[in-house]
């Protein structure tokens, strides 16, 4: 039976008007017909991703229901199916091709079989989990004059009750029914003409949707907003620069506040015993050349602990103060807790390792895992203080990390069974040589080059074992270069994660050794995540324009 | 900022090629310089410059060891503005230049911006040619004969495989990197395959294993990845190895190239190698 004389049938209130049965009322069976809907309605509203659910997501380890799937940021499924012993068996059970160019840097979702994820140019996609076979597909309208700094990508979607939530390339805020991807509202937050976009994944929080803008290559005056899930009302915006009456405006040279940066372009993470949300800030604008806004430049570089109802600031910590390398600490922060203490751990795009405690904001340590030439001293509190011949000069000259970071976007990790923390990292230098441009809204404003030095060491890049106790590196494991893949860990003792030649790669999460590995095709930009149905234990991971699935045979 | 790769990553050809078609349609109202010889304009050029192309190109404009001297009277692609918008803006097929915004390096250029730089650029360039240097045709005759370099590299089709082609090297790099490059051979490798989405190219690496049977084979690398290798030795024999299977893996960045010391090849043979390869890459 086809659709259309189905409905035909029903609005003409029978079995297709042959006039041999009686008659009913159409009227009548409409509103039976709503009544049974409503009624089937109320069958699966269990279905719905409530707040609770995120919050209890240990509870159902066969989805992934955030960007780092929880709300600790600590990439880690408790599934382990697949362990030690078992993953040389695992294989591709399905892939789905997206059919765009570019990186694809998504962290994809699972809720109850269906898998959620987005693509380059702001594509986002409903898939049947067990086959990869689509449901749905929603293409977001890109303006073709959009300029973002690093790529048409998207790291990933947030759902709360039956929506699923996309920051988009043009600065809008949108939400898609999930069973269907019609677009149910659409929302502006900035001007993208004037450099604002977002990349982030956002994050569902209460009734919020949390998100934080990108565009600190453009002068933008940086924020983090809150939107009502159910009409995109914006409920709050807490700007990273302050402006003229808040705390920490004076840590800005006259009018540079206005074009500051502190754009807020990762997914942070989420406390629901303190009600605070805790998101990092990138880079202050120009991201490479610090005259003209002297000072620290708060919020640039920072992790905020916010209040969720208010996005009120309660404390914060500033990574790097009046930062010249762009080195954005947009990192994932991730929840530790460690016996009576509530800890944070970010590993910074500088090279430090950073362990803060989360309740008052104070540092606890820092420890280089990576190569640094910038610093060498400590401040007060234990801060590394960038060394005054670290900045920029006109003739250029090298500085370690370089502006790409030791680490960066890439997703890390937290195993609570091996007590390590897991981050993609990479050695390389940079020349860094000033190039001061005047600002104009929507042009580039770095105020410096930088390239690699070809002279230097090779790059290399690895996979870091942290103990975040203690910031001692416990194990490495070098890639042939450096990746840009973010890192899962589980509880089958394993670390999965992605390289640049195109591997997926199941390492031994105590020892570093590689245990099992797979040719994806393309370079991987983005994070693997977990999930399980019927009882079958699947990785995913994108790579190249495709998004992959592995389980056991 | 996100994450800019530091290494651009060329388009596919026929992106690239489609691009300059339709771009050659949608520019021809744009091709005259707005800035020409505006000393403000050569300077924000010169600030331009730096973050976009001195990459390749150098600071200076005086080509890097991966980009032709831009202060050259004379232009391989260009003769004019409009021809050098063109190339900054859609890339040049077949090399490494790549299209404006593509090359994972920062946000690109608004079309204001491109003009600046090719102000500065003009700024700087020489304005008649360089005085040759070298004698082409018995550079050539090096080349093929007693210098040696044909055993392992190619030019216009003729010569040895395991070594970089270099039809274009004369073209696309500096004299000084050529030379540097004949001189030092290991100082900077030269680069191979550039894979779609890979951040770096393979580079010419030194890779000597040793084979589950015992066999010694030493050779440049084609490609790697942690789990296997594809290399060719010096005879040209390509060999497609899995890691674990090997007793040993050595990668080394010291080329397999010999180091063209002055006594080994006087500053004007080197000189007359440097001018055929130049002639052939100006073609």
Redesign the interface.
Known sequence: MNLRWDRESLYRGGSGGSGERPRRSPRALLVLFGVYVAFLLTLHAYAQVTVERIVNSQKEPQNWLTYSGDYSGRRFSTLDQVNTTTVHTLAAKWVYQTGATG?IETSPLVVDGVLYATAQDDRAFALDARTGRPIWMYQYPVPTDI?????H?NRGLAILGDKVFMGTLDAHVIALDAKTGNLVWNVTSADYRAGYSY?VAPLAVKNLIVIGV?G???GIRGFIDAYDAATGERKWRFYTVPGPGEAGHETWEGDSWKIGGAPA?NTGTYDPATNQIFWPT??PSP?NRGEGRAGDNLYSNTLLALDADTGKMNWHFQFTKHDEH?W?ATQVPVMIDAGSKHLIAQANRNGFFYVIDRSTGKLILANAYGKVTWSDTRDAEGRPVAKKEASPTL??HTVCP???GTT??MAPAYNPKTALFYVTARD?C?IF?T????YEAG??Y?G??Y??S??AE??RGYLKAIDPLTGAIQWKFE????T?SGVLSTAGGLVFTG?????F?AINALTGM?LW?F?MG??V?APPMAFAIDGKEYVAIAA?SALYAFALP | ???????FLPQGRTALAILVMAAAAVCSADDRNPFANDPKAAK?G???F??NC??CHG?GAHG??RGPDLTRAQKKHTHNDAEMFQVISNGIPGTVMPAN?TN???????DE?IWQIITYIRSVEMKAPAKPVGNAEHGKQLFYGEANCSLCHTVAGKGGRVGPELTAVGGSRTREAIIDSVRNPS??LAWGLT??????PQ?YETVTVVTGDGTEIKGVALN????SVQMMDASEQIYLLDKDKLRSFKKS?ESMMPVYSPNLLSDKDLDDIVAYLISVGAK
């Open positions: 990186k300029r973002p700094c690093c790529g990508v990349t990108s600190g290559e453009y372009w990138g880079n991201s762009d954005d003739e250029g370089g502006a790409l960066n976007f390389q940079d040589s190039a001061p441009q005047p042009h580039a770095y410096s080059a390239f690699p070809e002279e090779p790059y890639h042939t270069s450096p840009w390289d640049a030649e195109g591997n790669v590689p590995h040719q393309g370079a930009y190249g | 900022m996100i994450a800019k790769s530091s290494i924000a010169e600030y331009e730096r973050i001195a990459l600071l890097g060891g915004g994972g390096q920062g946000v690109g250029m608004t911006e100082r900077r894979e779609a989405t890979k951040e770096f580079e790697e990845d942690n789990f960045r």
